[in-house]
């Protein structure tokens, strides 16, 4: 299980991301991002934008369903509390 959440750690690595904290429950996987590129983006572009990391490892079967959390820096300062 932790050596599933470091691996899709280090694709969001990849990533023009500024903070992320990936939880993994059973093969579903709720990812929190915060990146400035967020800004400007719809939700389905950020959901596309962080999907990138998730691909392999739902094409392997490892996990079933990713659920997307996006938050700009400013959001982030608000919500970060939800995610300790």
């Known amino acids: 299980m932790e050596d599933l959440i470091s691996r899709i750690g280090e694709e969001l690595k990849k990533l023009d ?10 093969n579903h996987v709720t990812i929190v991002a915060v990146s ?4 400007d983006m719809s939700l389905l572009k950020k959901q596309q934008y962080i999907m990138r990391a998730t691909k392999p490892f739902l ?16 959001q982030w300062k608000v919500e970060k509390f939800q995610y300790q």
């Open 59 to 74: 094409a392997s079967g490892e996990i079933h369903a990713v659920h997307i959390k996006a938050f700009t820096p400013e």
């Open 17 to 26: 991301l500024i903070d992320f904290k990936v939880f993994l429950e059973s």
């Open 36 to 39: 400035e590129l967020f800004t």
